[in-house]
């Protein structure tokens, strides 16, 4: 009894159920028993991958979006207790830098993080029946958060963040490419208090159905026109703000054409790639370009508002299967017809 499963990454299309030991927790960390993990687009990004990449130093755990209740505290461990349900921030801040003394950890250049090998550390993640974690990573789940629900705080504050960059206030108009599981979230955070006009573009029409379904004013198929469908829903202006949600190429120039003079571009999907953009267009039309990345305490805010049901997220989640079938979920999520937004990994 002192083993547990653990889905181990070996490299691309390398996942192995193994039998660890189950961990202690050290000074300062508690032991928690992972009830719900929720697979990433990132972490099928690993899986994908055509070679092994430094962010995912195998052997490694990954899983980032979790939650979980705690069994046991380590030495000092005080403000949390055995049988509490909690979620994480699975960023690992330094506490000491620039940054980290401003609040903003996500911007921390010496950080780790869960699930993967940032900052040249190899930390595991929650595929895996316990794990061990720093307390001051916790958030309790609130009255009312399912374990569930309470995997999916992470995506949601990366998400709630990324609505916020660059925002002009009611009325204004946003393009949201990319319906994946960040594209639909920030749409329901978007449409939170229902005073934007959101297009939302994307390749595949399940998921532009459940942005309609969402509230998106318009849903354009990426395959066609998106530029010239935006310039027609707009009078030929462009839209105020671009959310890039899918990291796909080219995708940049397309948004500098959708754009309104003034307007800002705020990217948050994980794009790999380079492109090469006039600067002068930047200048002469004065546009913004911002990034977004994690966030640094707003789990909080994303669970109050899904304790009070101000968004649902129970469209979002289109499969819950135990951690021991992880393998032939990852496989079933490289299908290119696969029409899964959210899977959830749970174990009894
Ligand atoms: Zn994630
Ligand atoms: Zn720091």
């Known amino acids: 009894m002192n083993t547990m499963n653990a889905l181990v990454y070996y490299g691309p299309h390398d996942l192995r159920l193994e039998d ?8 300062g960390e508690v032991l928690i028993k992972v009830k719900a993990v929720s697979i990433c687009g990132s972490d099928l990004g690993a899986y994908r991958l055509e070679s092994i990449s430094d962010r995912w130093q195998p052997p490694i755990i990954l899983g980032h979006e979790f939650s979980g209740e705690i069994v046991e505290l380590g030495e000092g461990v005080e403000d949390f207790s055995v049988g509490q349900a909690v979620t994480a921030n699975p960023i690992l801040p330094c506490g000491e830098c ?15 993080s869960i699930g ?10 929650a595929m895996r ?19 569930i629900e309470g995997a999916l705080m992470e995506p949601l504050a990366v998400s709630y963040s990324a609505s916020m960059v660059g925002d002009f206030g009611e009325n204004e108009s946003v393009a949201i490419i990319g319906a994946g599981p960040i594209g639909l979230m920030i749409l329901k955070f978007l449409e939170m208090e229902n005073k934007k006009r959101v297009f939302v573009s994307d390749v ?10 969402n509230g998106a004013d318009e849903v354009l198929n990426g395959k066609e026109d998106v ?18 949600a899918a ?18 571009i705020a990217l948050v999907a994980l794009i790999h790639h380079s492109c090469e953009f006039p600067l002068m267009t930047v200048v002469a039309r004065g546009i913004s370009i911002l990034g977004s990345y994690m966030f640094s305490d707003e789990i909080k ?21 135990p951690l021991s079938e992880g393998v032939e979920v990852f496989n079933m999520l490289c299908d290119k017809d696969c029409k899964e937004i959210k899977v959830i990994l749970t174990n009894d």
């Open 20 to 27: 660890r030991p189950i961990p202690s927790p050290k000074k």
């Open 98 to 112: 620039f940054y980290c003394k401003r609040g903003e950890i996500n911007l921390c250049p010496n950080r780790s």
């Open 116 to 125: 993967t090998s940032i900052g040249g550390v190899t930390t595991d993640g």
């Open 129 to 147: 029946e316990y794990m061990t974690l720093p307390a001051y990573t916790l958030y309790p789940l609130m009255e009312g958060v399912s374990f």
């Open 204 to 213: 595949i029409e399940t998921r532009l159905d459940l942005a309609k379904a």
């Open 227 to 244: 530029v010239a469908m935006i310039k027609d829903l707009t009078d030929n202006v462009g839209v105020d703000r671009v959310i890039i």
């Open 247 to 264: 990291g796909v190429p080219d995708i940049f120039l397309k948004c500098l054409d959708m754009i309104r003079n003034g307007g800002r």
């Open 301 to 321: 805010d994303v669970m109050e508002i899904v304790a009070r049901k101000k968004i649902v997220i129970d469209d979002l989640i289109t499969s819950v299967r």
